[in-house]
Structures are given as structure tokens and as C-alpha cells.
């Protein structure tokens, strides 16, 4: 069964610092999603990583993907309050296997 | 931008009850999911659904749930009898080519059983 662990679960980072949020998973996986929820709304995609060393930024936040160590990481930057939500990550499993398992989320609060 | 819609926003029912969670997948896509979320909790697949049939279902997928295409814009979740354990956020999501591409997530039916 494949399983998923971020961690931390709770980060709470003060404006301007870096830091990163870290996904390991189980199984061999062809694509690894990260997600954005803010309270009670729905799951906006952020990055989609599909092979191994791929790296994709956004704004702030830069995703990369290892799939020799089974690890994806969210590396923010300069942190601003804008960013404060939950972050999940999510793996597929195989190529043609929808289903997403997801993470247990790390919980992001910025301070100013 | 093509996205996915829920309704209701939110549901309160009783114990006991049926409901049935709505959603219009983006037009063009073929593959369509249920997962939920338990408030505080990480999102669970629930249910894949491809060519009218489902294609995986999660252990929490009981025989209370079901699922259904019933004209070719709608795809629902019913859920016969409700638990207080049911109580959670519903996503419905749908992706053009399962496996192959993104899922698009919905905005979520919130569910409260009392």
C-alpha cells in the first residue's frame, strides 16, 4: 500500500525566512502533485512533477522531485503572508492508476 | 477557464438520510472521482469512475455509496443512509485521460450529519 508522510505538519515561519516542506512516499510513483488549500475551499494545483530531477517554480515556491529517494520537496522563498494555507502533496502511483494518495499536509502560517 | 462545479455548497441532514453530492466534470473529460476530507484530515480517494462503470473504489467506499452518470453533464455521489462519520468536505474531480493527465478538482460539498 502506498503511503505518503509530510512533514512538518505544522510550520509556522515569520515573513521573509525560506524554508521547505518535505513528501516522501513509498512506492515507486510516476507523477507527484502539490496542492494548495486554503480553509474550507477546494485544491488548487500548484505543480505537477513528472520524472525524476524535474524541478518547476512558481513565484515563491519551487517543487523538485527525487525519485531514487522517493522524495519531493516545496521549497519556499522569502516568505509572505500570502502563502499562509495547508500544503499537500499528492502521488500517483503508475502510469494509467488515477487515483491520487495524498499526504497528510503541512499546515503553513507566515508571521509577520 | 473550464472548471469543476459542486452543488450543494453545503448540506446538513440527518442521521439515517440519503443524500446525493452533484458535479459537473469539465466537459471534454472522460475519467471523474469522489474523495473527501475529513475536517482537519488529509483527502481520501473515494471512487474512480470511467466509461459508465467504476474503475477502483477505497475500502471507504462501502455499499452505502454509490455513484452514477445519469445524463452525460452530471455525475453524482449518493450515499444511502448517513453516519455521523460521514461528515466531511466532498471533492469531485475529473481529468481527460485518467492516469495520463491533471485532475481538476471541484470546490467541495461540504456535509454535516447530525
Known amino acids: 500500500e502506498l503511503k505518503v508522510e509530510q512533514n512538518p505538519l505544522f510550520l509556522s515561519m515569520q515573513e521573509g525566512k525560506n524554508y521547505t516542506i518535505y513528501c516522501n512516499y513509498s512506492t515507486t510513483s510516476d507523477r507527484l502533485y502539490w496542492y494548495r488549500q486554503d480553509p474550507g475551499k477546494s485544491l488548487e494545483s500548484l505543480f505537477v512533477l513528472l520524472s525524476n530531477g524535474a524541478v518547476k517554480q512558481e513565484g515563491r515556491l519551487m517543487a523538485s522531485l527525487d525519485t531514487k529517494a522517493r522524495l519531493s520537496t516545496l521549497h519556499i522563498t522569502a516568505a509572505v503572508h500570502d502563502l499562509s494555507a495547508t500544503y499537500f502533496c499528492?502521488?500517483?502511483?503508475?502510469?494509467?492508476?488515477?487515483?491520487?494518495?495524498f499526504g497528510t499536509g503541512t499546515r503553513l502560517t507566515i508571521i509577520p | 477557464e473550464p472548471e469543476v462545479t459542486q452543488t450543494p455548497s453545503h448540506q446538513v441532514t440527518q442521521m439515517g438520510q440519503e443524500v446525493i453530492l452533484r458535479c459537473v466534470p469539465i466537459s471534454n473529460h472522460l475519467y471523474f472521482y469522489w474523495y473527501r476530507q475529513i475536517l482537519g484530515q488529509k483527502v481520501e480517494f473515494l471512487v474512480s469512475?470511467?466509461?459508465?462503470?467504476?474503475?477502483?473504489k477505497s475500502e471507504i467506499f462501502d455499499d452505502q455509496f454509490s455513484v452514477e452518470r445519469p445524463d452525460g453533464s452530471n455525475f453524482t455521489l449518493k450515499i444511502r443512509s448517513t453516519k455521523l462519520e460521514d461528515s466531511a468536505m466532498y471533492f469531485c474531480a475529473s481529468s481527460e485521460w485518467g492516469g495520463l493527465t491533471e485532475a481538476f478538482f471541484g470546490q467541495g460539498t461540504r456535509l454535516t450529519v447530525v
Open positions: 499528492a502521488v500517483e502511483r503508475n502510469f494509467g492508476n488515477e487515483k491520487l494518495t
Open positions: 469512475f470511467y466509461n459508465n462503470e467504476i474503475s477502483e
